[in-house]
């Protein structure tokens, strides 16, 4: 399955529809972006998967989540600067045979990631 992400606003405890992400190859300090995409009603990419197995490198990534844009727009009243702005997520593709599943859970004061499945 390749590369996938999904997002749950924790403050709401709904998916994050409409958060704008953007995915980046990262490398020697360098980003190349790879594509943007606002996230759908699921809090997922409307087109699936990021990367499928066959188009998935080995190598570093980043995910950027525009975080307060988000909270903004769903009325939240956020102090400037915002506690959290933009999310950024840097993470390692070592096996591109597996399913990586980069999830975030976030609200306007803190967020938490893992592996998914």
Same mark, same amino acid.
């Given at each position: 399955?390749?590369?996938?992400?999904?997002?749950?606003? +924790?403050?709401?405890?709904? !998916? #994050? #529809?409409?958060? &704008?992400?953007?995915?980046?190859?990262?490398?020697?300090?360098?980003? +190349?972006? $790879?594509?943007?995409? @606002?996230?759908?009603?699921?809090?997922?990419? !409307?087109?699936?998967?990021? *990367?499928?197995?066959?188009?998935?490198? #080995?190598? +570093? *990534? @980043?995910? /950027?989540?525009?975080?307060?844009? *988000?909270?903004?727009? @769903?009325?939240? &009243?956020? !102090?400037?600067?915002?506690?959290?702005?933009?999310?950024?997520?840097?993470?390692?593709?070592?096996? +591109?045979? &597996?399913? *990586?599943? $980069?999830?975030?859970?976030?609200? !306007?004061? /803190?967020? /938490?990631?893992?592996?998914?499945?």
């Amino acid at each position: 399955m390749g590369l996938s992400t999904h997002v749950l606003d +924790t403050m709401h405890g709904t !998916p #994050a #529809a409409g958060m &704008q992400v953007t995915l980046y190859e990262t490398r020697g300090g360098g980003a +190349t972006l $790879v594509k943007r995409f @606002r996230l759908n009603a699921d809090g997922r990419n !409307p087109d699936g998967p990021l *990367y499928d197995n066959a188009s998935l490198r #080995a190598g +570093t *990534y @980043r995910l /950027s989540f525009e975080v307060a844009d *988000y909270f903004r727009g @769903r009325g939240v &009243q956020l !102090p400037e600067p915002p506690f959290l702005d933009v999310v950024h997520l840097d993470f390692g593709i070592a096996h +591109t045979d &597996q399913h *990586y599943h $980069v999830p975030l859970l976030v609200s !306007p004061w /803190s967020h /938490s990631t893992y592996r998914g499945s």
